[in-house]
């Protein structure tokens, strides 16, 4: 029987194989580290452009009619006075009042007072069925709210979150705490 051996092609020494599979190594570890570097810009700037804004302002759903049956998360400052909970039917509803507040302010228990109180502040009528009455749900409690804006107005809320900035001394409004209802001390049940 014949014996095989190995030859050597012509003109191909060892060193060029090697380099050859270490050029095709590195290629393959460049492409891979480029994608992944496209991936990561596309998510970066994705996620920026998407999700730029927690929420949008009660002005901006009330005035804009593209936001009627769109999903959108929403913030305002909930009046006190027009809070319902009507436990009587199969499901819990509540309904409360929330009015635009002044977003640039710098102290947020003072921007939810103002807003609050001024009668010419943008109000909205939140509709929340089948979810139990929020602990922090309260006067001039700030509502952070996802759910959807009706035609006729009122916005039905799918998942509530308030911030009662009295609960931290540091948003406390510097006028006088005590006067205003509402407004209640570190340590209080605000």
Same mark, same amino acid.
């Given at each position: ?27 393959? *570890? /460049? ?9 990561? /810009? ?6 920026? /452009?998407?999700?730029?804004?927690? *929420? ?18 929403? @913030? ?5 006075? @027009? ?8 499901? @819990? ?8 507040? =002044? ?15 001024? =009668? ?11 979810? =139990? ?16 804006? $009706? ?6 809320? $799918?998942? /509530? ?17 005590? $006067?205003? =209802? ?9």
């Amino acid at each position: 029987m014949a014996q095989a051996a190995w030859e050597k092609p012509a003109g191909t020494s060892a060193r060029e194989v090697l380099a050859r599979t270490q050029r095709a190594e590195r290629l393959k *570890f /460049l492409i891979g580290g480029v994608l992944l570097l496209g991936v990561v /810009l596309y998510l970066v700037f994705s996620g920026t /452009l998407l999700g730029a804004r927690y *929420f949008i302002s009660i002005d901006e759903a009330v005035a804009d009619p593209q936001f009627v049956g769109q999903t959108v998360r929403v @913030t305002g400052v909930v009046l006190g006075d @027009t809070i319902t909970i009507d436990e009587d039917s199969e499901t @819990t509803v509540i309904t409360f009042t929330v009015a635009a507040f =002044p977003q640039d302010h710098p102290n947020l228990a003072e921007a939810l007072h103002l807003g609050a109180q001024d =009668p010419n502040a943008t109000r909205m009528q939140v509709r929340v069925v089948g979810q =139990p009455k929020p602990e922090l749900l309260r006067h001039e409690a700030q509502a952070i709210m996802s759910g959807k804006l $009706d035609p006729n107005g009122v916005f039905i809320a $799918d998942e /509530l979150n308030f911030k009662c900035p009295s609960r931290f001394e540091g948003d406390a409004p510097v006028m006088g705490l005590q $006067d205003h =209802p509402g407004m209640e001390r570190m340590g209080d049940a605000g």
